[in-house]
T-cell receptor, first 117, second 110 residues
Framework: GAVVSQHPSRVICKSGTSVKIECRSLDFQATTMFWYRQFPKQSLMLMAT?????????EQGVEKDKFLINHASLTLSTLTVTSAHPEDSSFYIC?????????????FGPGTRLTVL | KNEVEQSPQNLTAQEGEFITINCSYS?????LHWLQQHPGGGIVSLFM???GKKKHGRLIATINIQEKHSSLHITASHPRDSAVYICAVSLRGSNYKLTFGKGTLLTVNP
């Protein structure tokens, strides 16, 4: 299947700093990427839908000014957690939809574990 | 009530056993996905189904659209199959957004 990478895989930061997470589709183009968050022993929750060349669509309860999403190209979306706090510590996963495959096929990145001290 | 329900929540099996994980949903969908999440957290997409049955190696996934139910089967289970298996659906008209079940933690003992 298609490959999606995330960087970094793990990050530890101090409270109040900003953290950028990259999501790349390595061998396909993705007009749509999704950002999810997963707290321990819980389901993945969709945070936002990232659309290439336009503003992201955020789910209810997700602060767009805190979680900045940029989808500048067909292979890269970034999620920036601004002024991170300990409650933002979580596992962040992206997925990308492959234009070339069946319209619903999504491929997931390996995830980024964020720990805010 | 969650839109996607999985059962069982936890499943322990002996190596070689046939395993079934079930998923029921309550809304109209355009596709159903089975995902595998290992302890490190990374997610692998196993199947995407909109009808019928798919097979990949020892894994089989079926879906019954009328009954709003899907099953994931693992034949000849192996300890390396130990992971969390997640059912997710693309809601009809939702622009491909996924709604996830809570997952089934499978442990296969040698």
């Amino acid at each position: 299947g298609a490959v999606v990478s995330q960087h970094p895989s793990r990050v530890i930061c101090k409270s109040g700093t900003s953290v950028k997470i990259e999501c790349r589709s390595l061998d396909f183009q993705a007009t749509t990427m999704f950002w999810y968050r997963q707290f321990p022993k819980q389901s993945l929750m969709l945070m936002a839908t990232s659309n290439e060349g336009s503003k992201a669509t955020y789910e209810q309860g997700v602060e767009k000014d805190k979680f900045l999403i940029n989808h500048a190209s067909l292979t890269l979306s970034t999620l920036t957690v601004t002024s991170a706090h300990p409650e933002d510590s979580s596992f962040y996963i992206c997925s990308a939809r492959d234009l070339g495959e069946g319209y619903n096929e999504q491929f997931f990145g390996p995830g980024t574990r964020l720990t805010v001290l | 009530k969650n839109e996607v329900e999985q059962s069982p929540q936890n499943l322990t099996a002996q190596e070689g056993e046939f395993i079934t994980i079930n998923c029921s949903y309550s809304v109209g969908i355009s596709a159903l996905h089975w995902l595998q999440q290992h302890p490190g957290g990374g997610i692998v997409s196993l199947f995407m189904l909109s009808s019928g049955k798919k097979k990949h190696g020892r894994l089989i996934a079926t879906i019954n659209i009328q009954e709003k139910h899907s099953s994931l089967h693992i034949t000849a289970s192996h300890p390396r199959d130990s992971a969390v298996y997640i059912c997710a659906v693309s809601l009809r008209g939702s622009n491909y957004k996924l709604t996830f079940g809570k997952g089934t933690l499978l442990t296969v003992n040698p």
